[in-house]
């Protein structure tokens, strides 16, 4: 194919700014290829919009049953968890027997409001905050578990910036009552 310089071509022309769009993209839009890829792209991308639900369910759950399972692991070895409380983790500010209390009811309580989709964006955020106070609070921390905390950190972001999608009680409930 050859080479056309675009500016010279649009000179020739002498059409105005927005003709000059149109124009190129009217000349884009008519090439056979395009039309033949854009037929093929757009069924595609069609049916990817069925799975955003989907997928955004999979990260909620996912990222719940993490912190979920966390807080069981704390409830069900309480002593353990008083004593890294007090010891191994560096919560500022408050006692070390309130903050076992407040982070294990966070990680058992905030899991499911995600998972359910319930208060979806308000579980999102709080575990946001409780992620980086996890990775702050804990100064031996080594690489791996602070790549952990970003990973679910970044899906996190999902449903707070995103809203916890359409397989959520909170799109049920939004529908339901016109919110």
Not at 103 to 120: D, I, M, Q
Not at 125 to 143: G, R
Not at 151 to 156: D, F, P, Q, S, T
Request: proline share 4%.
């Amino acid at each position: 194919m050859k080479s056309v310089d675009l500016q010279a071509e649009l000179r020739i022309c002498g059409l105005k700014n927005n003709q000059k769009l149109e124009k190129i993209m009217s000349d884009i839009m008519n090439n056979s290829l395009v039309q033949k890829a854009t037929g093929i792209i757009k069924p595609v991308y069609s049916k990817l919009d069925y799975l955003s639900p989907v997928s955004i369910l999979a990260l909620r759950l996912w990222v719940a049953w993490v912190f979920f399972k966390s807080g069981m692991l704390k409830f069900n070895s309480w002593d353990s968890t008083l004593y890294l409380f007090e010891y191994e983790y560096a919560v500022p500010l408050i006692p070390y027997e309130l903050a076992a209390y407040m982070g294990t009811a966070a990680e058992l309580f905030l899991p499911v409001l995600l998972a359910f989709g319930l208060a979806g964006r308000f579980g999102a955020i709080a575990l946001f905050v409780f992620n980086i106070t996890a990775v702050l609070s804990y100064p031996d921390i080594n690489a791996a578990g602070i790549r952990d905390h970003q990973v679910w950190g970044l899906m996190l972001l999902v449903p707070m910036l995103m809203g916890p999608g359409k397989l959520s009680i909170d799109h049920w409930l939004g529908k339901k009552f016109n919110l």
